[in-house]
Every structure is written in structure tokens, then in C-alpha cells.
């Protein structure tokens, strides 16, 4: 009937009717448009796996987001095995921070190829610390083994205002890093150390030590523009390019 009433209306009404359908459908192509994006942003991480496995094939010449699968009729026990001793205690006396941080991602482990997580081992000396970091590809969750430390994140400038959300953690106790943000873990005990394991939402989360890129990089950020960033005269950004900006991951 409806087709009908369509039919009779005049050239007017039907290119109107006409228009409201086509206003309709791009609507709903814009919105699912938009939601398809927001699907995207809620996993832009590490991308879910299309089989059961994907060992890395660390050999091979193609170039891809990750690493290329090894042969699922190659693939063995091994490449989801490392004998890593994170029961054991690492060197933290070589680190200028007091801490050492033992990271099995998937360039130790092929077989984390795809499935989005790493775990890390994290030793501090007493007064040692993880100096103020970001991993930009993964979520961190982190448990006292041994020890008391204070740590915290810092948000985004979000209204002008970086805030600290800060904790003192015994042993047994979790605390997480979202994504991104600036975090960083003590041991304000001068006497005895600490130890703590991390998980991280990422086959290979990387990382970005604050005082190592700013100062340390290669080759070296105009001081110029770090003594107007930090509002210091050139020579104490001078002076802090010249020291050895170590790596405490291992």
C-alpha cells in the first residue's frame, strides 16, 4: 500500500521522501562508521590471534607488525619454553638506579608471538629504584614478591594538571600502570631489597626511560630547547647530557 501512495504522490513529496531515506542511510553508515573506529581504539593493542598459535619466525625476510609465524609443523615445546631463573635473584650492584629489570618478551620467547603479554622480574637494592619509565604499548600489572616500594603513575596534562596516584606496597600487594603513563617504583628501605614481578599487555610492551630520552638521546636534543622546556640555564642542560644515562633493563 505504501508503494502504492508513492507512486501517486507528486515529483515534489517523492524527491522529498527520497532525500529523507538517503539523509537516514548516512546516518547509519556515519554511526557505523564511528562505532567500527571506537572498536578499534578499545583494542589498539597487541591483535588478537586468528589460530591456535603463532610462534615468531625470528628468520624470516618478511616484515610485518610483529613477526611472522614459523611453520606450525616446525613449531615444538621449546618455542613456548624458557629456562629464565626468575626465582633468582639478579645484580643490581652494576646499576647506577640500585634495580635490575629482567624482561622475557617475545624476542626470548617466540612462542608469546600474537597472544599479547610479557612478563618481567624486577630486583631493587635497598634506596634502588625504576627510575620514571613508560611502556607505549601495554598495560602493567605489578606484585611485591619481597620488600616494601613506593610507586606511582602520572596522569596525562588532562585540565592542566598532571596528578600523581601514588601507593606504598608491601609484599603480596598489586598495583597497575595503565597504558602509556609515566610510572616509576622505590625502595625506600636502606637496608633490605626488594623483588617484584610484572605482567605486561604486550608481546613486546617496549619502553621509554624519561631522563635516558630526554638527556641521553642520540643525537642529543638541542639544549636550546630542553633549557626553555625545564626553564634552566643551557649550561646545567649541558651538564646533564654529559652524564652516562644507563639502561637498568636487561
Given at each position: 500500500?505504501?508503494?502504492?501512495?508513492?507512486?501517486?504522490?507528486?515529483?515534489?513529496?517523492?524527491?522529498?521522501?527520497?532525500?529523507?531515506?538517503?539523509?537516514?542511510?548516512?546516518?547509519?553508515?556515519?554511526?557505523?562508521?564511528?562505532?567500527?573506529?571506537?572498536?578499534?581504539?578499545?583494542?589498539?593493542?597487541?591483535?588478537?590471534?586468528?589460530?591456535?598459535?603463532?610462534?615468531?619466525?625470528?628468520?624470516?625476510?618478511?616484515?610485518?607488525?610483529?613477526?611472522?609465524?614459523?611453520?606450525?609443523?616446525?613449531?615444538?615445546?621449546d618455542h613456548f619454553f624458557k629456562a629464565a631463573m626468575l626465582d633468582k635473584p639478579k645484580n643490581t650492584k652494576d646499576s647506577k638506579f640500585g634495580s635490575n629489570v629482567t624482561l622475557i618478551n617475545v624476542m626470548q620467547l617466540p612462542g608469546l608471538n600474537t597472544l599479547g603479554i610479557s612478563i618481567a622480574r624486577i630486583d631493587y637494592a635497598p634506596l634502588g629504584e625504576n627510575p620514571p619509565h613508560t611502556h607505549p604499548r601495554a598495560t602493567e600489572i605489578?606484585?611485591?614478591?619481597?620488600?616494601?616500594?613506593?610507586?606511582?603513575?602520572?596522569?596525562?596534562?588532562?585540565?592542566?594538571?598532571?596528578?600523581?596516584?601514588?601507593?606504598?606496597?608491601?609484599?603480596?600487594?598489586?598495583?597497575?600502570?595503565?597504558?602509556?603513563?609515566?610510572?616509576?617504583?622505590?625502595?625506600?628501605?636502606?637496608?633490605?631489597?626488594?623483588?617484584?614481578?610484572?605482567?605486561?599487555?604486550?608481546?613486546?610492551?617496549?619502553?621509554?626511560?624519561?631522563?635516558?630520552?630526554?638527556?641521553?638521546?642520540?643525537?642529543?636534543?638541542?639544549?636550546?630547547?630542553?633549557?626553555?622546556?625545564?626553564?634552566?640555564?643551557?649550561?646545567?642542560?649541558?651538564?646533564?647530557?654529559?652524564?652516562?644515562?644507563?639502561?637498568?633493563?636487561?
Amino acid at each position: 500500500m505504501y508503494v502504492l501512495d508513492v507512486i501517486h504522490l507528486g515529483d515534489s513529496n517523492r524527491a522529498k521522501i527520497e532525500s529523507q531515506m538517503a539523509s537516514t542511510s548516512s546516518f547509519c553508515l556515519l554511526a557505523a562508521l564511528l562505532a567500527l573506529i571506537s572498536w578499534q581504539q578499545a583494542i589498539a593493542s597487541d591483535p588478537s590471534p586468528l589460530q591456535d598459535f603463532c610462534v615468531a619466525d625470528m628468520h624470516s625476510p618478511v616484515r610485518v607488525n610483529g613477526f611472522p609465524c614459523l611453520n606450525p609443523m616446525d613449531v615444538n615445546a621449546d618455542h613456548f619454553f624458557k629456562a629464565a631463573m626468575l626465582d633468582k635473584p639478579k645484580n643490581t650492584k652494576d646499576s647506577k638506579f640500585g634495580s635490575n629489570v629482567t624482561l622475557i618478551n617475545v624476542m626470548q620467547l617466540p612462542g608469546l608471538n600474537t597472544l599479547g603479554i610479557s612478563i618481567a622480574r624486577i630486583d631493587y637494592a635497598p634506596l634502588g629504584e625504576n627510575p620514571p619509565h613508560t611502556h607505549p604499548r601495554a598495560t602493567e600489572i605489578f606484585t611485591v614478591l619481597e620488600g616494601t616500594l613506593y610507586v606511582g603513575f602520572v596522569t596525562s596534562n588532562q585540565n592542566n594538571m598532571n596528578k600523581l596516584f601514588s601507593k606504598v606496597l608491601n609484599k603480596g600487594d598489586v598495583f597497575v600502570f595503565p597504558v602509556g603513563l609515566i610510572h616509576f617504583q622505590f625502595n625506600p628501605n636502606p637496608h633490605q631489597p626488594a623483588v617484584a614481578i610484572a605482567a605486561l599487555s604486550s608481546q613486546n610492551p617496549g619502553v621509554i626511560t624519561i631522563a635516558n630520552a630526554v638527556f641521553g638521546s642520540t643525537p642529543p636534543i638541542s639544549d636550546d630547547v630542553l633549557a626553555k622546556a625545564f626553564q634552566v640555564e643551557k649550561g646545567t642542560i649541558d651538564w646533564l647530557q654529559a652524564q652516562f644515562w644507563e639502561n637498568n633493563h636487561y
